[in-house]
């Protein structure tokens, strides 16, 4: 991409209609905040020429993307779309663009090539202004396209549009994507005004005025491409997330992933999983998770942000946070691993086990009702039903070490900061408080006593 054009993300408004507190830029499709698409999506042509205008809950969608210090924007006052464009103004001229491509911060679904296509061609065509349409059945709450005679276009918004005046609705509406001219936008942009019924300075009236001005006005038709559709409230926002989630899953399906079940299976867009893996829905596989080769997820499992490695098996029931499972393990059904969870090659976990920033070896396994945290265990060692690492003393967490080869009978208590051996035994029973050394047997419980009852009287 020209390094003479930059880039400015829309990104301040509330969002009424999505009936949140959250700002809706931060309201998540597949797992993943909508304003992060369309920042991928911007990255790759623009680099480090994005510039996102915040206001509403500014400091949450500052804190969820660190990478873009420096290149924020304030908009204090949310009043409309053109006064954003006037906040960002400065910084657009001071780096010195010769063109500024603006994109709402609600468009998740518009491709990024389609975006760097469409510059190129708003480029070619010596456009001051150029801005996309796409055509609807129903227009909506968007802005509609009036074109003149002359087939010069304007943009009038919903609220103002007026069949008598404006003709009747043609179903081609605003996608609120523009290039923009920056010495032709300059002698305008700050003569919009809010004379509307919302009392807003919008961008869609700088179409008018720009042609007014003498400039060159283009508007360029993507015919019925939704992608393009910015989202406004709770059912445009899940049926982003449904047409996201169905082209996921068709891709992988296309390079040899086993999809069971696909119209439950959902994939977060940075999720990698290997062609000969097998999905089976209901499941989700969000976040910056991987599926090796071979490696099976059963139905009803939450995977995100974790590493599964070929030929594993997670099995039904499952949540996996931030954790690791090696190559040919197998966890669960109804396995918890938690972040700094690290399963080794041909570990096991069972049923009701779960783990927390834990280690467990090749080999090892913890096959019934267990919580490893703060736990690292050795290859081999096997950890018995009902066993739990008591790490935490009220104010600090501690380690627990299980040699390798180890047996942890069923029902035993670990009290950290503790060790046991390698190839030591601990009984069944037993609440372990002192280190137990290599190939010993500790038995820490009450004696049994046995007594003779007392005969019940006849």
């Known amino acids: 991409m020209n390094k003479s054009v930059g880039a400015i993300v829309l990104a301040a408004g509330k969002g009424t209609r999505m009936y949140s507190d959250q700002p809706k830029v931060l309201r998540s499709i597949l797992g993943e905040p909508m304003l992060g698409y369309v920042l991928d999506g911007l990255s790759g042509p623009f680099q480090d020429r994005v510039h996102v205008v915040v206001g509403f809950g500014a400091q949450s969608v500052m804190k969820a993307y660190p990478a873009y210090e420096g290149r924020f924007v304030l908009q204090e006052q949310q009043l409309g779309t053109g006064h954003a464009?006037?906040?960002?103004?400065?910084?657009?001229?001071?780096?010195?663009?010769?063109?500024?491509?603006?994109?709402?911060?609600?468009?998740?679904?518009?491709?990024?090539?389609?975006?760097e296509i469409f510059v190129e061609q708003a480029l070619a065509d010596a456009a001051d202004l150029a801005f996309l349409t796409i055509q609807l059945d129903e227009a909506g709450s968007y802005g509609r396209i009036v074109r003149d005679a002359a087939g010069l276009a304007r943009i009038v918004?919903?609220?103002?549009?007026?069949?008598?005046?404006?003709?009747?609705?043609?179903?081609?509406?605003?996608?609120?994507?523009?290039?923009?001219?920056?010495?032709?936008?300059?002698?305008?942009?700050?003569n919009l005004t809010n004379a509307n019924r919302s009392g807003e300075f919008y961008i869609t009236d700088l179409a008018e005025l720009v042609g007014q001005n003498g400039g060159r006005v283009v508007a360029v038709n993507r015919g019925r491409d939704e992608n393009l559709l910015g989202i406004n409230n709770p059912r445009e926002l899940v049926a982003a997330e449904e047409s996201l989630r169905a082209r996921i899953v068709d891709n992988l399906l296309e390079t040899g992933v086993v999809v069971r079940q696909p119209g439950t299976v959902r994939v977060g867009p940075h999720a990698v999983i290997a062609p000969g893996a097998e999905i089976c829905g209901p499941c989700d596989v969000l976040g910056q998770s991987s599926i090796g080769p071979r490696a099976v997820v059963e139905p009803h499992c939450w995977i995100k942000d974790s590493e599964v490695g070929a030929g594993a098996v997670i099995h039904a029931f499952s949540h996996l946070e931030k954790a690791s499972v090696g190559p040919d393990c197998h966890a669960g059904p109804y396995a918890r691993l938690r972040p700094g969870a690290v399963m080794m090659e041909g570990s096991r976990v069972?049923?009701?086990?779960?783990?927390?920033?834990?280690?467990?070896?090749?080999?090892?396994?913890?096959?019934?009702?267990?919580?490893?945290?703060?736990?690292?265990?050795?290859?081999?060692?096997?950890?018995?039903?009902?066993?739990?690492?008591?790490?935490?003393?009220?104010?600090?967490?501690?380690?627990?070490?299980?040699?390798?080869?180890?047996?942890?009978?069923?029902?035993?208590?670990?009290v950290a900061p503790v060790t046991v051996g390698e190839g030591a035994l601990v009984a069944a029973g037993s609440v372990v408080t002192e280190d137990v050394p290599d190939h010993a047997l500790a038995i820490a419980r009450g004696r049994q006593v046995i007594k003779t009852r007392r005969k019940n009287p006849a």
């Open 157 to 190: 918004e919903a609220k103002d549009y007026d069949e008598t005046s404006h003709g009747p609705v043609t179903g081609e509406i605003n996608a609120g994507i523009y290039l923009l001219r920056v010495a032709a936008i300059d002698s305008v942009l700050f």
């Open 350 to 414: 069972g049923n009701f086990v779960e783990m927390k920033k834990s280690v467990l070896g090749p080999g090892a396994k913890a096959s019934h009702l267990t919580y490893l945290g703060d736990a690292e265990i050795g290859a081999g060692a096997n950890v018995g039903a009902g066993t739990i690492t008591c790490n935490y003393d009220g104010t600090h967490k501690h380690k627990t070490t299980i040699g390798a080869g180890a047996f942890i009978g069923s029902n035993t208590a670990l």
């Open 85 to 115: 464009l006037q906040c960002c103004w400065d910084a657009v001229k001071t780096a010195g663009y010769e063109h500024v491509l603006v994109v709402n911060g609600d468009v998740p679904l518009a491709d990024g090539k389609d975006l």
